[in-house]
């Protein structure tokens, strides 16, 4: 059977779970007040899971994004466009979603492919 990793788990989640080449994990903003700066603080955020993870943002294969207002998608969509790299866009979703604390503008569930050491 095929080890399953869990990073940092708590009794409730993990920080991300990495499995046959494969992690899983879910941003929220832990900064910032408006779209831009909460984006990109989760950005960051996103980035530190994936090393943690043995990964980066050129290996996202699915990110579901979670937005409190669809009105913000436009902000977002530029700042997604601006964080990716070149070629490497994911299958995504973005949908318009009550989130788990009023301060949260956006929550991003990623699928992320580990390359082999």
Not at 49 to 74: E, F, N, P, S, V
Request: net charge negative.
């Amino acid at each position: 059977m095929t080890p399953i990793t869990r990073i940092h788990p708590q009794a409730q989640w993990s920080d991300a779970v990495v499995h046959q080449h494969t992690a899983y994990f879910v941003e929220v903003p832990e900064s910032g007040t408006d779209i831009t700066n909460q984006t990109q603080a989760l950005f960051a955020q996103a980035e530190r899971t994936m090393a943690l993870c043995g990964t980066d943002k050129r290996h996202i294969l699915m990110a579901t994004i979670y937005l409190q207002h669809m009105a913000d998608r436009a902000a977002f969509n530029a700042l997604w466009q601006a964080w990716l790299p070149e070629g490497c866009a994911p299958a995504r979703a973005c949908v318009s979603a009550e989130l788990a604390s009023p301060d949260y503008l956006l929550e991003i569930v990623f699928t992320v492919a580990v390359p082999r050491a």
